[in-house]
């Protein structure tokens, strides 16, 4: 899960996403275009927040934290490592 920082007019929220990315760009171009237009976003702790975005909208994604290895897999396949070595 990639974690983002959204910030629309200064104002900031921080967005964990598993979802096409590509496509909630294009939902915000959509807004823009469309005159305005209201985006739905889900925060890291999974309130949502719904925004209007509009053509004078300032809004930029930043992603804070890249996507997390899962530790136990590879420690598991490492056949170095035993039960009794922990």
């Not at 899960?1 to 171009?29: I, Q």
């Not at 809004?59 to 170095?80: G, H, I, K, M, S």
């Amino acid at each position: 899960m990639n974690e983002y920082r959204l910030t629309v007019n200064g104002d900031r929220y921080v967005v964990d996403t598993d979802d096409d990315l590509a496509a909630w760009k294009t939902s915000v171009a959509d807004a823009v275009r469309a005159g305005g237009g209201f985006i739905n976003v889900t925060n890291s702790t999974g309130f949502l927040t719904t925004l209007l975005i509009t053509p004078n909208s300032t809004v930029t994604l930043q992603r804070v934290r890249p996507p997390r290895p899962e530790p136990w897999p590879q420690l598991l396949a490492d056949e170095a490592f035993t039960y009794e070595d922990f």
